[in-house]
C-alpha cells in the first residue's frame, strides 16, 4: 500500500454535478469525498438559525458560529455536522441556497472552509469539489478537473432529480434563469485553473463522466506524481 496521497481536484459551476459526480469517482478510487460547498451551506444553517436577516449578517458572527461546524470522515466522504448534528436537508435547502452566495464572499469564511479541506486531506487521499479548489485550496492538486454544461442541460438535470420527473420547457427555462444568476453571484470564485482538464458534460452521461476522470486519475497513479502541497491564500 503506498504511503502517497492523491488530492482529485473537481471545480465548475452550479449545477454542474460536481458533487455527485466527486462522490462517485471517490468511491471508484476508494478515496473520500470532500464536498467544500457544504462547508458554506453548514456556516449559512447557522447563520440563519441564530443571526437576523441576512443583509446584517457580518463576517465574524459567521466565522463564530462557523466554528461550531465540524468535518467528520465517514466511510467514503466527509460530513459536516452542526454542533455534532448531522443536517443534510437543512444545508441542502432552499433557505441556505439561497443565502449562500454571501456567506462564500466573506473572506475569513474562505480561510476557514479552505483550512478545514486542507486538514481533510491529511492522511487521507481525496476527491475535493468546489469552485476554487484546484486554483486557491489545492494549487498542486494531482489531477484538477473542471466540469462545465450548457445552463439549460444543468437546469434539466437539476429539475429531473428535485422532481422526480420530466420537467416541462417553461420550468427548465424558469431554472436556466435561476441557474445564470447565481454563476454570476459566484462567478469570481469560480476558476478554472490553468492546468486542469476542462470537461463539457452536456452530451455525456454521468457513468462517462465518471469513467474518464477515473481513467485519468488512474493515469496520473500509474505515472507517479508529486503529493499535494496545501498553499496559503493569497
Ligand atoms: O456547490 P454548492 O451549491 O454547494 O456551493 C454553495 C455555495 O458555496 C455557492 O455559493 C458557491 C460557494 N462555493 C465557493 O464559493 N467555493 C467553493 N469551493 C465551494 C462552494
Redesign the pocket.
Known sequence: MSERRMVVAIDGP?ASG??STAQWVADRLRFLHV????L??AATALALRELGAADTWDEIRVLELASDVTLVPGTTSFEPRLRGASAEDEIRGADV?KC??RV?QMPAV?RW?NEQVRRAAVGHSVVVD????GTV?FPDADLKIFLVADPWERARRRLTQRLGRRPADTEIAEETERLVQ?DA??AT?TVQARDAVLLDTTYLTQAEQVERIVALARAVERGGSRGPSPAGDA
Open positions: 452550479a460536481k458533487s464536498d467544500s460547498g457544504a458554506y451551506r441556497t449562500v452566495s462564500a474562505r472552509v468546489g469552485r476554487d479548489i485550496v447565481r453571484k459566484d470564485q
